[in-house]
C-alpha cells in the first residue's frame, strides 16, 4: 500500500506466522503437533485412503508420513485396515477417539479462528477469506493442505 512501509505479502506472511504460533499452542493443550492435526484432517475428509495417496496429495514422500501415522495409530486416534482394492496397501480411517477428537479440533480452530480475526466485522471477515482463497487459488496452493509438508 502507498504510504506503508511493508508490502501486503510481508503483512501476510507476519499474520500467518503469528496465526500458526497461536494455532500451535492451542492444539498443544489437546496434546497435538500441526502436522498431527493436519494428518488428521485429511484423513477425515478422505478416508479410505492409502498412506501414498495421502503423501501424494500432501506434496511429501510417504516415508515421512510414516512416523506420523504410526503415533496416531498408537494414541488409538487412526486405523489402518486392509486396501479392498489392493491388498499391499492399508486404507487409512479415523477411529471413533479419532472423530471425537476432529470434534475439538473443529471447535479449537473456529475459537482460534475468531480470536485472530476479532478486528474484523462479519462481513470483513467473508471479504478477506474471499480473498485469500483467490490468492491461495492463483499461487496454486493445494486447498486445506500446509505448504510446509512439501518440505524435505
Known sequence: MEGSPFGSAFLLAQVGAHAAMRFTE??????????????LRLVASRPGQS????????????TRLVPLVDGLEKRGLI????????????????????????????????????????????????????????IADDQGLTPGVHPGYARP
Open 26 to 39: 492451542r492444539i498443544g493443550e489437546l496434546d497435538l503437533t500441526p502436522p498431527q492435526v493436519g494428518l
Open 51 to 62: 498412506q501414498q495417496a495421502l503423501a501424494k496429495q500432501l506434496g511429501t514422500p510417504a
Open 79 to 134: 486405523e489402518r485396515r486392509r486396501n479392498a482394492e489392493d491388498r499391499r496397501l492399508y486404507a487409512l480411517e479415523l477411529s471413533s477417539a479419532g472423530r471425537e477428537l476432529m470434534g475439538r479440533i473443529a471447535r479449537t480452530a473456529a475459537a482460534h479462528d475468531r480470536t485472530i480475526t476479532a478486528a474484523l466485522t462479519d462481513d470483513e471477515r467473508a471479504t478477506l477469506h474471499t480473498l485469500l482463497t483467490k
